[in-house]
């Protein structure tokens, strides 16, 4: 969206009553607002010097070589004098998304590129000013000093509209907004050019966040060339609501990424364009919020404002001086950015909050924030633990397997949701503790640009008030921090622990589920272990003399009898030949498999039998070899 408009002849009046606003502010930068030195305009800032009118209203693309494709145009456009590789680092993501066809023409609403190639200054041919228009149709002609493009999620064809359209002024510039704007860089600067044209910048550049409910979890249709994924995010949130919190069942509540940049490059404080792009991907439907079909609407119903501005400021009152415009976009937008950060902030604390509470047998109240919620996540968990690991060993056993399962479940449930809560606030932490940090750069350094008592249009005294605004934005922004605190790396030691601690009761619940046996099941082995030392030996030496013609001696008593002592010593032989396979099974089957405890008053006696006995009476019963002494030798306890 286009917004051009003739630079008027007289400023509106400095706004009175910003006193106080400049106190506050100077003792914050700690500079007089009288400054003298680095952060001072230029003279030319205020002066309306020459500048070639035929290269401003001359694509500075169309006068470089012819290219094959849109690609090596956008290519060698942000390249700007060469073709060294340093430049890949910010074409590289631009072109990412640059991919696919050739665009089209696509109507008046996205027909950027028809409205940005218009000439935009008449060009003064004779000595006495006069204007001749003889060569060039009126039509194409806008005559603006001023110009506001308004760009909603910058795509291919918006990107392929401005580097054809734009004059050699912008070129060196526009590859740092498209990067920066793509990449969602966090910046807020102002810059003078040291060389090409003598221009000014001012620009903003703030990453945000937005909580939103559709019928279904939005993707970002511009896809990444790359990767393949989309480039702004998408995270489904619906674990943190209830599944009776709204009436539409179906409905998916999504935390989704945005971008808001502002840019203005001029040669003075007259003649000046101004690029801002924001996303609005998220929104869904036609005609909302920011939208450019919002904005065309109401300018068929006869109601024109400054889309830049929200909507909020009308198009035919604008403010002409860009200090005053930049200062007053950028609070309009640190504002929606507070509330867009604040409802994130408070629909995750919630949902976190009544994940806690939802898991507690006597629900108290939880603290507020973000942190405490999680920290009474960490406090529930832990509680878990010591109740799995502190289990009665005089509860039956299918009772206390029934106990452990119910808690194995709550835990595993319970490491679930704190490791997605985790990694969503800490994602939400970071963009948000970085805005924070560029807010404070810019009231501590950049704002002294606009602290200057130089006596034209945007001065300290028009100034004040704007900054006041954004000053008080970026402290809300800073309280949801302070309330919200960093939630990983404090706990990181206390989460290793944990799960540490819970892959230590999974082994001992596998183990008890694996070899827990009852007194009952001792006395029946040991009976078992008895009947097979005295009958297998005979069973043996019966089976070996039922052997016609294989036995070669002959068949009585005698023989027979020193054939049992025969198996007796190749069985003790045997013995310690596993006795390592023993040992390595007592080995893995440490602990005590049934714990025999009186101190708890149940009148009750129970027997410990260690691992090594069960399986050192397997193995002995295989071989045939176990006598009494060797089978109830083991130590028992």
């Known amino acids: ?94 072109l990412d998304i640059c991919h696919g066809p050739r665009p089209e023409y696509l109507g008046p609403v996205d027909g950027l590129k028809d409205d940005t190639e218009k000439k935009r200054y008449e060009i003064k041919k004779d000595e006495k000013d006069k204007i001749d228009n003889t060569e060039e149709d009126e039509s194409d002609l806008v005559d603006a000093e001023r110009r506001l493009l308004y760009l909603t999620d910058l795509d ?19 590859a740092d907004f498209f990067h920066k704007h793509l990449c969602a860089r966090l910046s807020i600067g102002v810059e003078f050019a040291s060389e090409g044209p003598q221009i000014f910048i001012l620009d903003f550049h703030l990453p945000f966040r937005v909580w939103r409910k559709h019928k279904t979890l939005l993707t970002d249709e511009r896809i990444k060339l790359s990767d393949g994924q989309p480039l702004r995010t998408s995270m489904d949130v619906s674990f943190l609501l209830p599944p009776t919190i709204d009436v539409d069942q179906e409905a998916v509540h999504g935390i989704y990424s945005g971008h808001i940049a502002c840019s203005i490059i001029g040669y003075d404080q007259n003649r000046w364009t101004a690029h801002f792009a924001i996303d609005t991907w998220f ?36 403010i002409c001086s860009p200090r005053l415009w930049f200062l007053r976009i950028m609070g309009i937008r640190l504002e929606q950015l507070k509330d867009e950060w604040e409802s994130v902030c408070h629909h995750v604390s919630r949902g976190i909050t009544r994940k806690v509470r939802r898991k507690q047998c006597f629900p108290r109240l939880v603290p507020e924030g973000l942190l405490s919620c999680v920290t009474e996540q960490d406090r529930l968990h832990k509680q878990l633990l010591s109740q799995q690991r502190l289990l009665p060993r005089e509860i039956e056993n299918s009772m206390a397997m029934s106990i452990m399962e119910r808690n194995l479940e709550q835990i595993e449930h319970m490491e679930d949701g704190l490791t997605e809560c985790r990694e969503l606030l800490q994602v939400l932490y970071n963009d948000l503790q970085e805005t924070v940090k560029i807010g404070a750069a810019f009231m501590t350094t950049e704002v002294n640009f606009f602290l200057n008592d130089d006596g034209h249009p945007g001065n300290h005294a028009d100034c004040y008030n704007y900054l006041t605004e954004i000053r008080r934005k970026f402290n809300a922004l800073s309280q949801l921090v302070v309330r919200h605190p960093e939630p990983t790396y404090r706990h990181s030691g206390d989460n290793y622990d944990a799960i540490t601690r819970t892959n230590v009761i999974q082994l001992q619940k596998k183990n008890d589920r694996l070899i827990s046996i009852t007194p009952e099941d001792v006395k029946e082995v040991r009976v078992l272990a008895l009947m097979t030392l005295v009958t297998l030996p005979f069973m043996i030496a019966a089976a070996l003399f039922s052997a016609d013609g294989a036995v070669p001696f002959a068949k009585n008593w005698w023989t ?63 071989f045939f070899m176990l006598s009494p002494s060797s089978i109830f030798s083991e130590q028992m306890a």
């Open 283 to 318: 929104d869904g439907g036609c005609g909302i919020n920011d939208q450019v079909t919002r904005y065309d609407n109401d300018r068929s119903d006869g109601m024109e404002t400054d889309p830049c501005s929200g909507g909020r400021d009308d198009a035919h009152r604008p």
């Open 560 to 622: 027979f009898t020193i054939s049992l002592l025969c198996s007796r010593y190749v069985g003790q032989i045997k013995r310690h030949e596993t006795s390592g396979i023993k040992n390595r099974y007592s080995g893995y089957w440490h602990g005590n498999i049934i714990a025999w405890d009186a101190k708890h008053g149940t009148g009750k006696r129970s027997l410990r039998v260690s691992g090594y006995g069960v399986v050192g009476a397997w193995w002995r019963a295989q």
């Open 156 to 174: 291919y064809p918006t990107i392929l509209a401005l580097v054809n359209t734009a004059p050699e002024s912008q070129a060196r510039l526009l």
């Open 1 to 94: 969206m286009l917004n051009n408009r003739p630079a008027p002849g007289q400023f509106t009046a400095p706004v009175e009553g910003g006193a106080n606003g400049a106190e506050i502010i100077t003792a914050n930068s700690g500079i007089s607002p009288s400054l003298q030195g680095a952060f001072v305009w230029p003279k030319r800032f205020f002066e309306r010097g020459e500048i070639a009118y035929q290269w401003e209203n001359t694509p500075w693309i169309s006068q470089q070589a012819d290219f094959e494709n849109p690609q090596d145009a956008i290519s060698f456009f942000f390249r700007i004098d060469d073709d060294s590789v340093r430049y890949d680092g910010r074409i590289r993501p631009i």
